[in-house]
Nanobody, 118 residues
Framework: QVQLVESGGGLVEAGGSLRLSCTAS????????IGWFRQTPGKEREFVGN???????IFLDSGKGRFTISRDNAKNTSYLQMNDLRFEDTAVYYC????????????WGQGTQVTVSS
């Protein structure tokens, strides 16, 4: 059974940093791309970025220069480092996994809440 578990969310002041972790089990982690998403109530889910091998890529325009994505295959874990957090980064953050050759994310975590106080 595949499981993705996010951790590291919480309450942080604007300008602060958080590192989210996504730990996977039940799959060969190195064979999967990991994507990070976020969602706030009443808004569509946003794609933050992903990591295949090596360094990740941030696709969210507001996250460029502030967010980085990485992975440690030995720990079956991906990380989303978020710096200089803003009130508008408040959301539930999810990680998801897909095989390297497919576009659809098949496995999702339960999400972790990030709240940035202004």
């Amino acid at each position: 059974q595949v499981q993705l578990v996010e951790s590291g969310g919480g309450l942080v002041e604007a300008g602060g940093s958080l590192r989210l972790s996504c730990t996977a089990s039940g799959l060969t982690f190195s064979n999967y791309a990991i994507g990070w998403f976020r969602q706030t109530p009443g808004k569509e889910r946003e794609f933050v970025g992903n990591v295949k091998s090596g360094d990740g890529t941030i696709f969210l325009d507001s996250g460029k220069g502030r967010f980085t994505i990485s992975r440690d295959n030995a720990k079956n874990t991906s990380y989303l480092q978020m710096n200089d957090l803003r009130f508008e980064d408040t959301a539930v953050y999810y990680c998801a996994a897909r095989t390297m050759i497919h576009m659809n994310y098949n496995y999702w975590g339960q999400g972790t809440q990030v709240t940035v106080s202004s």
